[in-house]
């Protein structure tokens, strides 16, 4: 079936650690790809996104992400964690990558991320 | 920047209300959708449309209704609100190129 799977619930990171929130697609093509942030009772901001070209992906907030094809993979990483990046994470496809599918996004079941002083 | 805004933040509705739930994007986008974010099962599409007066039904549409007069609005409603409808939800609009969501309405149906 198709899915995206987030394996990680929750993850507990220190201020200035690197993090990396892993992301699993389960499609036939490679689908677009995206990253979401939410901070506590907010919508959903997107960090970035990837189509096709580089796999590595700048974003906003000092985030990047790593597409690998082989592995099915669009991991977010950020290599010095600030106490304002503890949001959930979602990583999220779209499948169709057509105008007509409108856009349709299916979502990862999300990454709550801790951050301790 | 993309902005799209909904009507509440917060609502609170009694049983077998109507509910309207408005969502507004300033940017010309086709593309449209309704989601509602409940614990444990992350986001789920309920209608999206991309076009004025165009909908179609996403996973979870039952219970639901929507309306798309004009392109910048879309609104979401709850012919008969009950409990198990008590969530987050979240509008959002898009282009090729990014959807992007806005701060959601918690309802809660009592």
């Known amino acids: 079936a198709q899915s995206v799977t987030q394996p990680d619930i929750h993850i507990t990171v220190s201020e200035g650690a690197s993090l990396e929130l892993r992301c699993n697609y389960s499609?036939?093509?490679?689908?677009?790809l995206f990253w979401y942030v939410q901070s506590p009772g907010q919508g959903l901001q997107l960090l970035l996104k990837?189509?096709?070209?580089?796999?590595l992906v700048q974003g906003i907030k000092g985030f990047e992400a790593e597409f690998k094809r082989s592995q099915s993979s669009f991991n977010l990483r950020k290599p010095s964690v600030h106490w304002s990046d503890a949001a959930e994470y979602f990583c999220?496809?779209?499948?169709?990558?057509?105008?007509?599918?409108?856009?349709?996004?299916?979502f990862g079941g999300g990454t709550r991320v801790l951050v301790k002083p | 920047d993309v902005k799209v805004t909904q009507s509440s933040r917060y609502l609170v509705k009694r049983t077998g209300e109507k509910v309207f739930l408005e969502c507004v994007q300033d940017?010309?986008?086709?593309?449209m959708f309704w989601y509602r974010q409940d614990p444990g099962l992350g986001l789920r599409l309920i209608y999206f449309?991309?076009?004025?007066?165009?909908?179609e039904k996403g996973d979870i549409p039952e219970g639901y209704s929507v309306s798309r007069e004009k392109k910048e609005r879309f609104s979401l409603i709850l012919e008969s609100a009950s409990t198990n409808q008590t969530s987050m939800y979240l509008c959002?609009?898009?282009?090729?190129?990014?959807?992007?969501f806005g701060p959601g309405t918690r309802l809660t149906v009592t």
């Open positions: 940017m010309d986008h086709e593309n």
């Open positions: 999220a496809v779209d499948p169709f990558m057509i105008k007509a599918a409108g856009n349709k996004l299916t």
């Open positions: 959002a609009s898009s282009l090729r190129g990014g959807t992007y």
């Open positions: 499609y036939g093509a490679t689908p677009y």
């Open positions: 449309s991309y076009d004025v007066k165009m909908k």
């Open positions: 990837y189509f096709s070209g580089d796999t």
